[in-house]
């Protein structure tokens, strides 16, 4: 609901024209609140534009490495988001970088000006994890909480939606390749969440002060083994292709020998992403206990069937011109 307190609003939205980023400037948009979005290329930005209303979003430059930059971006702000992460390291890109330094310039900012901070983090996230993007989160998140106690951790399990970097990219290999690898043979667990309910959660912190201090654990309502997902994707896509039980050795391997081409384009899997599949990415119960959910922020999270159909069918092998059984009847009865 848009007011009037919402209108005059400033949100900073560090990384918000990324995936989830434009979710979370969507459902800011519609409950009034004026949008700052912090990025490095703001150039690049324009198609926020239609999300919001003439004038309510404005795209400015600013670069987690250069502390300046974050304090412009954050200067005025009512409330300060940071969604800024990295799925691989790349050039000047490191995870410490971005996500542990990167994640304490924006809080030392938001204390600065006296805004609020909602930090996105990720299920998974520990300091002493054999992983170097679970422990750079891990780090983010003890160095967040250093410069800015009260402020609000969501952390989010692998998102769905549109333009994923999941469910989308193994479709991809899908389509040309008649094998897909299960790291580990398949049986790491996971709890899928849409990137819309994340969003959701956001706007629901900033609804919600008492949300402050604490750490939030996002997941949707089914737990799913990496071998299931597979499964489920390659049902809604509508192809049949082995799935390959790897070991983790082996896995790593072919990570590393990925990572040569990361400069050239972007790898289909690290050694680090292979590190990550030793571990369950699920809600644990201490957070189910503490009434640290979607649930306790009011939120009902959407169920991948609902939504991931919508977006893969481009990969079935007709695409958007297959027949479903429906048309074929009305075809018949016609």
């Excluded at 949300?211 to 939030?216: F, L, R």
């Excluded at 899997?269 to 009434?291: C, F, G, I, P, Y």
Aim: charged share 20%.
């Amino acid at each position: 609901m848009i007011t009037q307190q919402n209108v005059d609003t400033l949100v900073t939205i560090f990384g918000g024209s990324g995936f989830l980023g434009r979710h979370v400037v969507r459902a800011l948009c519609k409950r009034g609140y004026r949008i700052r979005v912090a990025v490095r290329r703001p150039e690049l930005a324009g198609h926020l534009q239609p999300l919001g209303l003439v004038g309510q979003i404005h795209a400015v430059g600013a670069n987690l490495r250069y502390g300046r930059s974050v304090e412009a971006a954050a200067r005025g702000a009512d409330i300060v988001i940071n969604l800024v992460g990295i799925l691989y390291e790349s050039g000047r890109q490191r995870f410490d970088a971005v996500q542990a330094f990167g994640a304490e310039a924006v809080a030392l900012a938001a204390t600065a000006f006296g805004a609020r901070l909602i930090h996105v983090s990720a299920l998974g996230a520990n300091e002493n994890s054999s992983s170097r993007y679970a422990r750079s989160k891990g780090v983010g998140e003890k160095l967040v909480l250093a410069a800015m106690p009260s402020a609000t951790i969501l952390r989010p399990s692998i998102l769905f939606g549109p333009e994923d970097d999941f469910f989308n990219k193994f479709a991809a290999i899908a389509r040309i390749s008649p094998a897909l690898p299960l790291v580990g043979g398949g049986a790491t667990r996971f709890q899928p969440v849409f990137a819309g309910d994340v969003a959701a959660a956001a706007a629901a912190a900033i609804d919600r002060p008492e949300t402050g201090g604490k750490i939030y654990e996002l997941g949707g309502p089914e737990v799913k083994s990496f071998r299931e997902l597979m499964q489920f994707m390659l049902a809604v896509i509508e192809r049949r292709r082995l799935l390959v039980p790897i070991p983790f050795g082996a896995a790593k391997l072919i990570g590393r020998m990925s990572e040569l081409s990361t400069p050239l384009h972007k790898p289909l899997l690290t050694s680090d992403q292979v590190e990550l599949l030793r571990s369950d990415n699920m809600v644990s119960a201490e957070a189910k206990r503490e009434a640290r959910t979607l649930a306790d922020l009011g939120i009902e999270p959407l169920a991948m069937a609902a939504e991931v159909p919508g977006y893969l069918w481009r990969f079935r092998k007709t695409g958007q011109f297959r027949r479903t059984d429906d048309r074929r009847q009305t075809e018949k009865s016609a």
